[in-house]
């Protein structure tokens, strides 16, 4: 066999570059990592986006599925500077009445805090909460073999229905709130089949986890993932935006940590034309909108829960958010979006000058929407939390063309790597025997483009590592 430089080459250092590179590496491979910007990490950068002293998440914030990755868990991530705090309230869900629903503590603490719907919260959520350890690797993997089918299928009998369906459930507004919130994380309208599943495991992984924040920020397990890599001898290269496969250096293996857009446009000419064919019909979901806030003192929410809540769903009743999704998904801007406020500064005083905060929102857009929505979100928020404009001391905002232009897998300001509804959920990006691996020999694509999905795990990665390995080095 002839000599290569590398074993392995990883395209882009996301979570799921970074999850491939590690895995291939503690294999015993040699690996390049290659990103295009100066800083690795993909999603999970911070800066002073604001002013001096706020530190702020680029992209990601909040991180059950960090916490809870089956292939994070591990990961010696500790060690190499990881430490997760955790607020007292997971989530938050303010009503118009001043009170709010709150994932916080035991499947049974959050029941006792929904009255008449005590009963059928316990039951909807005890059986995965007690399932979780064997559903979480199935759920978060390719749809093959299950080694678990009957306990996946009694997760698939809730979370595969739509969640507008599966709230009927409930009678109390607050229930029903608290799972749209949940339900809304899948950026589709939440009528569509499968919205049900996003509620599901979000709710799961706040009860077993908890929705923790990184100390110092998202940046820190990037920091963590790049700082193990590097100790068992990988070599990450930055400043190097991959345009053509002739940049690379030779391997027997590539990844790409990139979606179905920049794989037609790196390698078009290497892929069957059945391949291109279905590549070219992915399909990207809504965009995001977002804003970061330095703010001089607590959000001052009116509902005391929310005060203490990592994340805050904004929104009011499942009506208004299902509405409001079902427009934006169409194209149109409601009045009242649904806001998604992170609030790291709670638990973490190292994100701002002492007595200070920041806070993290973004809501759904229209795929490629330039519109401004900073005065929208401000005032869904002003609606819960009554003087929390006077509260601002600058604000940064990114529409989908500047996120885009951040990171190209953020396709018109899709944030999860493409459309995750039923009909791409088991077959992103293409309906293939696996996944993971494209038309060409030895290449592979390993972002949030293929299954589970969006979101800071890493399982995407190891995934199509482990498919890698197996095909052409073990
Ligand atoms: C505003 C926002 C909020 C979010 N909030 C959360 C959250 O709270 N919790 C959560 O779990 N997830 C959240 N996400 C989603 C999460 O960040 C993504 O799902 C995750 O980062 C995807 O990881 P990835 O490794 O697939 O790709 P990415 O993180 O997108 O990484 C891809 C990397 O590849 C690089 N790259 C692209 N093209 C090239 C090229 N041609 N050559 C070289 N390098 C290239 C990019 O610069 C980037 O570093 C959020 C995302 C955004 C944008």
């Not at 369906?165 to 089949?193: C, D, K």
Request: a neutral charge; hydrophobic letters at 40%; one cysteine or more.
């Amino acid at each position: 066999m002839s000599k290569t430089d590398y074993d392995a080459v990883v395209v882009g250092s996301g979570p799921n570059g970074l999850a491939a590179a590690i895995t291939l590496q503690r294999a015993g491979l040699s690996v390049l990592l290659m990103e295009g910007r100066q800083t690795i990490g993909g999603g999970l950068r911070s800066a002073e986006l604001t002013l001096p002293g706020f530190t702020h998440d680029i992209c990601s914030a909040v991180h059950p599925l960090a916490a809870g990755s089956p292939f994070f868990g591990t990961l010696p991530l500790q060690e190499h500077g990881l430490e997760y705090l955790y607020p007292a309230v997971a989530a938050a869900h303010p009503l118009d009445d001043g009170s709010a629903a709150l994932l916080a503590g035991s499947v049974e603490d959050v029941a006792a805090g929904l009255g008449r719907d005590e009963k059928a919260y316990n039951d909807l959520m005890g059986p995965i909460v007690r399932d979780w350890p064997l559903l979480a690797p199935e759920i978060l993997g390719p749809l093959c073999f299950p080694e678990h089918p009957l306990v996946l299928a009694r997760f698939g009998l809730k979370g595969l229905t739509a969640s507008t369906v599966l709230a009927r459930r409930f009678e109390t507004a607050a229930a029903r709130a608290l799972l749209a919130g949940m339900a809304a994380h899948s950026i589709q309208p939440l009528s569509n089949l499968a919205t049900s599943a996003f509620a599901l495991v979000l709710m799961a992984m706040g009860h077993v986890r908890g929705w923790p924040v990184p100390r110092r920020g998202s940046v820190a397990i990037a920091d963590a993932l790049a700082s193990y890599f590097m100790s068992m001898g990988g070599k990450i290269e930055t400043g190097v935006y991959v345009r053509s496969l002739s940049q690379l250096p030779s391997s027997r293996a590539v990844l790409f940590d990139l979606t179905p857009r920049q794989l037609l446009q790196l390698g078009g000419h290497r892929w069957s034309s059945l391949y291109q064919w279905q590549l070219e019909r992915y399909r990207y979901g809504m965009g995001v909108f977002k804003i970061d806030w330095a703010l001089d003192e607590r959000i001052p929410f009116t509902a005391v829960g929310c005060r203490e809540a990592g994340t805050v769903h904004i929104g009011g009743t499942l009506e208004e958010i299902v509405d409001g999704e079902a427009m934006t998904a169409a194209g149109g801007y409601p009045d009242r979006p649904f806001v998604l406020l992170a609030q790291q500064s709670i638990v973490d005083p190292s994100r701002a000058p002492q007595g200070k905060h920041t806070a993290w929102a973004y809501c759904h857009v229209p795929n490629g929407s330039v519109q401004d929505r900073a005065e929208v979100i401000e005032r869904q928020v002003e609606r819960f939390a009554p003087g929390f404009r006077e509260r601002i001391l600058a604000r940064h905002v990114f529409n989908t063309a500047e996120l885009e232009e951040y990171n190209p897998n953020y396709v018109g300001g899709d944030i999860n790597g493409g459309m995750i509804d039923i009909g791409q959920l088991f077959t992103r990006p293409a309906l293939r025997w696996s996944p993971y691996r494209t038309s060409e020999k030895g290449m592979y694509i390993c972002s949030s483009a293929t299954p589970p999905g969006g979101g800071v795990h890493g399982m995407c990665g190891y995934h199509a590592a482990r498919r890698a390995m197996k095909d052409i080095f073990f």
